[in-house]
């Protein structure tokens, strides 16, 4: 049997806490939860979960500099960012700070489940080796993190991670968006043309010298992306 992963819900509303606490180990993870930002800090740094859920609007912090402490404690923890704000550009800044995924208030547990179950599946592949160079960085798409000479190991997220993955086996081929979306967010999830490209946008930032004008990650007009190394 596989141990019991553990869950931490980061929320101040006693009534969405516990509701998820309940739904949740219903779904037989074990889950912890913190009223306040410094707390879910606090229980991140001591009781290490395997994934975080993360509300964007807390009493002390707000979610985005929860999530950036977070990210320094623990760089490859999921985090899925809880927020009841549906704009494009909070979600980014998310993305941006170091989640790894959002549901936008209201959610359905069925799909926060899926997410949470999705995010695992990708964190227990088997390892295998696999990096590439480009000026001044490696990739290290294993490691999850680009290594750059002198420097600490920026982290990619786990949607970066299955991105750079899928167009590194492909190198030098276009990856339509549709397959993108099929292989890596699946048919649970609810993504968007839109998120791809956020993702990409990302990525540009991390690996590209100018991202406005990419020489790696190439947009396949009307079609999808491809990555040249
Ligand atoms: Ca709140």
Not at 82 to 98: H, N, P, W
Not at 120 to 141: A, C, D, H
Not at 153 to 181: D, H, K, N, T
């Amino acid at each position: 049997m596989e141990s019991k992963k553990t869950i931490l819900v980061i929320e101040d509303e006693p009534h969405i806490a516990l509701g998820l606490k309940d739904a949740l180990e219903f779904e037989g993870f074990h889950v912890l939860t913190s009223p306040t930002g410094k707390d879910g800090v606090h229980r991140t740094r001591h009781d290490h979960p395997n994934a975080i859920l993360l509300d964007l609007m807390l009493p002390d912090m707000n979610g985005y500099q929860v999530c950036e402490e977070l990210r320094r404690l623990d760089a490859f923890v999921p985090i899925i960012m809880l927020t009841a704000k549906s704009q494009e550009a909070d979600k980014i800044r998310g993305l941006d700070v170091g989640a790894d995924d959002y549901v936008t208030k209201p959610f359905s547990i069925g799909e926060l489940v899926a997410r949470i179950r999705a995010l695992f599946r990708r964190t227990n592949r088997p390892s295998e080796v696999m990096n590439f160079q480009l000026p001044g960085m490696t990739v290290n798409i294993s490691a999850h993190a680009i290594e750059r000479p002198g420097k600490q190991p920026e982290a990619l997220s786990f949607y970066e991670v299955e991105l750079l993955r899928l167009l590194y086996e492909r190198q030098g081929q276009p990856v339509s968006r549709e397959e993108i979306l099929n292989k890596i967010w699946g048919v649970e999830a609810n993504p968007t043309n839109r998120t791809i490209d956020n993702f990409i946008v990302k990525l540009r930032k991390k690996l590209e010298r100018r991202p406005d004008k990419p020489e790696h990650i190439l947009t396949v007009y009307g079609f999808g992306y491809k990555l040249v190394v």
